[in-house]
């Protein structure tokens, strides 16, 4: 599967942004799918994931209630919507997808993911 992130910007802190991981496949359903992000000098980090059916969600403390993901298998897309963004959610934000069996002790894990999107810059000013 190929994945495209898109929707990332340069924004203040205090403001909202969507991004959103188009997906190739008309089995995108067959995926789980993640959220990850990567800042200058620091190693990719975990921020959502989403189960194929979007049922069963998981977040990085440092997201929680301030970021929702979500999916919608019609439009093999998948979103994360960022409130009340801070200057340190700043990095490039990847979408990624799993084929096959995952369990919430790996799903936080970049090396359990299969594929990844090429990435998009989120830039958070103070």
């Known amino acids: 599967v190929q994945l495209q992130a898109s929707g990332g910007g340069l924004v203040q802190a205090g403001d909202s942004l969507r991004l959103s991981c188009a997906a190739s496949?008309?089995?995108?359903?067959?995926?789980?799918m993640g959220w990850f992000r990567q800042a200058p000098a620091k190693e990719r980090e975990f921020v959502a994931a989403?189960?194929?059916?979007?049922?069963?969600?998981d977040y990085a403390d440092s997201v929680k209630g301030r970021f929702t993901i979500s999916r919608d298998n019609a439009k093999n897309t998948m979103y994360l919507q960022m409130n009340s963004l801070k200057p340190e959610d700043t990095a490039v934000y990847y979408c990624?997808?799993?084929?096959?069996?995952?369990?919430?002790?790996?799903?936080?894990?970049?090396?359990?993911?299969?594929?990844w999107g090429q990435g998009t810059q989120v830039t958070v000013s103070s």
């Open positions: 990624a997808a799993k084929y096959g069996p995952i369990t919430s002790a790996t799903m936080r894990a970049v090396g359990e993911y299969n594929y």
């Open positions: 496949e008309r089995t995108f359903s067959n995926y789980f």
């Open positions: 989403i189960s194929w059916s979007g049922g069963t969600t």
